[in-house]
């Protein structure tokens, strides 16, 4: 476990939320809604269940401007161009629309309009 915890971070009671910094455009949010991405041997892959091991960086998946390969090259490198191709295929192009269900959002029920809704994680009818 790394203390993460800086001096800027209010962290406000109401038990720990983890948060992380989108490698991006440096904001911090709650983990769980970021994008983690991990480096392999292969290059950056993609990281929904935010448990494979490795060294790992997050993004705002509700912000294609943090999927940009400008964006990307400054920390993922060479990597930046496939990463970049990945998290557009992944994420659904411009409008984020959920083209996708991350692990664990599976529902089956073909409602995918509802995915990206905010507080969508109460759901799951
Ligand atoms: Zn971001």
């Known amino acids: 476990m790394r203390a993460l915890r800086k001096a800027g971070a209010k962290v406000k009671s109401k ?28 290059g950056w892959e993609l990281d929904p269940s935010g448990k494979r091991p490795g060294r790992g960086a997050y993004v705002c998946p509700d912000n294609p401007a943090c999927w940009q390969e400008k964006k990307l090259r400054r920390w993922a490198g060479a990597g930046a161009p496939a990463l970049a191709a990945a998290l557009t295929a992944y994420l659904g192009g411009e409008n984020g629309e959920g083209t996708h269900l991350s692990a664990g959002q599976r529902t089956g029920n073909g409602k995918q309009g509802a995915i990206r809704a905010p507080g969508y994680d109460g759901g799951g009818v």
Not at 15 to 36: D, F, I, Q, T, Y
Request: include cysteine; hydrophobic fraction near 35%.
């Open 15 to 42: 038990g720990h939320v983890p948060v992380r910094m989108c490698a991006s455009c440096r904001r911090r949010r709650p983990k769980r809604e970021l994008l983690r991405v991990v480096r392999t041997a292969a």
